[in-house]
């Protein structure tokens, strides 16, 4: 499954989030694959299309950060699968 996951920071908190960013790679645990991140211009934040079955995987990636920076994960869908569930309600 797809997920979402967005985070803001506080100015407060920008400079360690980049430090522990540097250090990891940000990179996310087993069972969890980055599909691809995008960062803020601003700096203020960002997302990640992460893909997972396993959702104690995807709360141990989010415990890494959620220290730092406030997170929102959420389910999503492609193109061909929310295409799939509205062609069986309006095809």
Do not use: C
């Not at 104690?56 to 415990?63: R, S």
């Amino acid at each position: 499954m797809l997920f979402k996951m967005a985070w803001t920071h506080s100015p407060e908190a920008r400079d360690k989030t980049i430090k522990q960013f540097m250090e990891t790679g940000g990179m996310p645990p087993e069972n969890v694959e980055l599909i691809s991140r995008y960062h803020n211009i601003d700096g203020t934040g960002g997302f990640a299309i992460l893909e997972s079955t396993d959702a104690a995987a995807l709360a141990d990636y989010a415990l890494d950060w959620n220290g730092l920076i406030e997170i929102v994960i959420t389910p999503i869908m492609d193109d061909d699968t929310i295409g799939s569930v509205l062609g069986k309600k309006f095809g």
